[in-house]
């Protein structure tokens, strides 16, 4: 099980993963940070990535920030940078 600290910013153009940011990991949603939006688009976007279910996706703490630490089921903290940011 992994657990990763990611910075969110929402209203972007399209998702991506921009890089690090500080000790997260730096991601854009096109989706709102309105009534839960964002953290919505974080799951499934993360899910769609990683090769996971969207369930294997728990947002921990952060709902309403931009700081947010997500529980990843079935993945190290490793295998989860190496997929989204190409570290080994």
Do not use: C, W, Y
């Not at 854009?28 to 090769?51: H, M, P, T, V, Y």
């Not at 369930?55 to 700081?67: A, H, N």
């Amino acid at each position: 099980m992994a657990t990763i600290r990611f910075h969110i910013v929402p209203n972007a153009k399209e998702n991506a993963v921009i890089g690090e940011h500080g000790a997260a990991i730096k991601i854009k949603l096109q989706a709102s940070a309105i009534e839960g939006k964002a953290n919505a688009a974080l799951r499934s976007f993360l899910a769609d990535k990683l090769n996971v279910s969207e369930r294997g996706v728990v947002l921990e703490r952060g709902q309403k920030s931009r700081d947010k630490l997500i529980r990843i089921d079935g993945l190290t903290n490793e295998e989860v940078q190496h997929r989204l940011l190409g570290i080994i």
